[in-house]
Nanobody
């Protein structure tokens, strides 16, 4: 059983910053990739960023240069620092981890960016 708990969402003005965190617990030996996805109303869920166990990162073009993903392997956490937020970043943000080739999702945290 794997549990993911996200935190850090909220309401922010355009240009502001937020930091999302996700803590994994349970049967989580051997976490491979950890990442963040988002889903805006009426749109499909999309990748925001992911990070491998070794620290390699990948970002959606829309967030490059503004967002930074990081992880703490000892604490089984992954974070997403979001700067220069735009109204189009408004969405529910989901944490996802891959453990032995199986994906686990968090319940999501709302991020709202006002113009």
């Amino acid at each position: 059983q794997v549990q993911l708990v996200e935190s850090g969402g909220g309401l922010v003005q355009a240009g502001g910053s937020l930091r999302l965190s996700c803590a994994a617990s349970g049967s989580i030996f051997g976490i491979n990739t950890m990442g963040w996805y988002r889903q805006a109303p009426g749109k499909q869920r999309e990748l925001v960023a992911f990070i491998t166990r070794g620290g390699s990162t990948n970002y959606a073009d829309s967030v490059k240069g503004r967002f930074a993903i990081s992880r703490d392997n000892a604490k089984n956490t992954v974070s997403l620092q979001m700067n220069s937020l735009k109204p189009e970043d408004t969405a529910v943000y989901y944490c996802k981890i891959n453990v032995y080739f199986k994906d686990y999702w968090g319940r999501g945290t709302q991020v709202t960016v006002s113009s």
